[in-house]
Structures are given as structure tokens and as C-alpha cells.
């Protein structure tokens, strides 16, 4: 290969490193998620209207105690790496996060019931205690 030809490889090489790095510092600065974002009813997330890699669900909204997440709460949100559980949840439906190849994260209060909920359901591996 010419030396032109070995600087233009170096080149892209170098500019797809840089957008690789740039869309790993977008993910970092992912802003939390306004408590606007979840659809609850009776203290149960239905649902999360929000794009956040990131995710922290509130203990409460709008002065409601949040003690659930339905199964289809987070549904089209499959791009979230990250969730915060608080320890007042009470309750997970089914597989909230099924399907989510980018989830490498559950961070939960240990002995809460998210934390025995994450073992029990084959999450064990992406545990991360917050207290």
C-alpha cells in the first residue's frame, strides 16, 4: 500500500475512534429523567414516555409514592443501560426489561425487594448496590 493510501486508513481509523468516544461521553451526560416521563396510576409505573439511557425512577411523583413497576412499563425503551429501583418498590409484573441488550446496570438497595427481585429473574450479574 502507497504511504497516501496507509495515511487515509490512519485517518478514518482515527476519526471512527473519535465518534466512538464522543457517543460514549453523550451516553455519560445522559440528564436524568423529569419525573414528567412516567406514566404511573395507584403508585404503579405504566409506562415512561422518555429516551434516557439512564434511568432513575422516583420514589414519588408529584407527592405519590411509587411501590410497583407494571411489565410493560418500559416498553421501546430498549437502548436504557441503566436503572435506579428506589427501595420502596414493592412490586415488578413480569419482565419489565426483557429484551434490553444495552441494560448493564440494576442499581438497587441491598435486601429490597428489586435486589431479590433481580436474582430471582436472572439479573443477578448487573446488580449494583446504591446504599
Known sequence: MKKSGKKILLI????????????????????????????????????????AAFVIIPAKIDGNEITGIASNAFKGCEYMT????????????????????????????EGSYADQWCRDNGYAELIQYID
Request: net charge negative; proline share 6%.
Open 82 to 109: 441503566s436503572i435506579t429501583i428506589p427501595a420502596n418498590i414493592t412490586g415488578i409484573e413480569g419482565q419489565p426489561f426483557d429484551g434490553f441488550q444495552f441494560l448493564n446496570s440494576i442499581l438497587v438497595s
Open 12 to 51: 478514518c481509523l482515527v476519526i471512527l475512534l473519535l465518534c466512538v468516544l464522543s457517543s460514549c461521553i453523550e451516553a455519560k451526560d445522559t440528564p436524568t429523567p423529569a419525573t414528567s416521563e412516567f406514566k404511573y396510576s395507584n403508585g404503579v409505573i405504566t409506562g415512561f414516555t422518555g429516551n
